[in-house]
């Protein structure tokens, strides 16, 4: 996820390469981030990446970021330098315990498609002023789309929708394919028949701002093909596959 936000900021306008430092232990992954740019600075040390930083992304597994601040919270200057963490499951409070009581803390939840600038990106936060949120979600608003939520309680829940939901729309996809070739048509083919048919549908939820129902409404004709469709995989616990999948995301 960390490879996936600094190809979207390397991609946005709101901050310049040059102004991106990139920490990671591996020779082979830093290699590999010079293939893309030879622009941002790259290092092996996270106590040189934040210094003189304004903001510092933690985008570590969570099991990672006690170590993580070991490393540099007394190297972190927590009246001016934001901290915005991906980590999941790891709450303000704890995060306050790692570094400090007074530090300016963000929780973010993108998903992988913000490296192509279309992520959804849900966000909280602890002792930030009105302008360092709207700093932080005017950044990532550039990759995609924003949700500033007050209750980090509901961070899980956005979660499950997005970051995790976009396997779950890979699955079906994949699982459409699946139907697909054995219907007799070639993968490759019904891969981009689905993927123009996902692109049609939210199109269409933008366009009227309708609920998805009235969509299918408009498709169900009585005796028809579609509500047959609809009503075996309904009978094969559909919906409620996708919402117990999603409730079984929660930390």
Not at 71 to 100: H, M, P, W
Request: hydrophobic share 45%; with cysteine; aromatic share 6%.
């Amino acid at each position: 996820m960390g490879g996936a936000i600094a190809k979207g900021l390397l991609k946005s306008n709101q901050i310049a390469a040059k102004d991106i430092t990139i920490s990671d232990i591996s020779e082979k992954t830093l290699n590999n981030f010079r293939v893309i740019s030879d622009e941002w600075k790259l290092t092996t040390s996270n106590e040189e990446a934040i210094a003189d930083s304004e903001i510092i992304i933690l985008a570590v597994k969570p099991w990672l970021v006690e170590k993580i601040a070991g490393e540099i919270r007394e190297k972190t200057d927590y009246n001016n330098q934001i901290i915005v963490s991906i980590a999941a499951g790891v709450e303000l409070k704890t995060l306050q315990s790692l570094f400090s009581e007074n530090a300016i803390l963000f929780r973010l939840i993108p998903n992988t498609a913000i490296e192509v600038m279309e992520s959804v990106s849900t966000v909280t936060s602890i002792n930030a002023s009105k302008e360092q949120i709207e700093k932080i979600c005017l950044i990532f608003e550039e990759m995609g789309k924003v949700f500033y939520v007050e209750n980090e309680k509901l961070l899980n829940a956005f979660m499950a929708l997005s970051s995790c939901g976009i396997a779950y729309a890979f699955r079906y996809i994949r699982a459409a394919m699946e139907g697909g070739v054995e219907m007799g048509i070639y993968p490759e083919t019904a891969k981009e028949v689905i993927m123009q048919t996902l692109k049609g549908a939210v199109k269409l939820l933008e366009e009227n701002h309708s609920h998805p129902e009235n969509e299918i409404d408009k498709v169900t004709t009585p005796g028809g093909i579609t509500i047959r469709g609809l009503n075996e995989m309904e009978a094969n616990g559909f919906t409620n596959a996708v919402i117990k999948g999603l409730k079984k995301s929660l930390p």
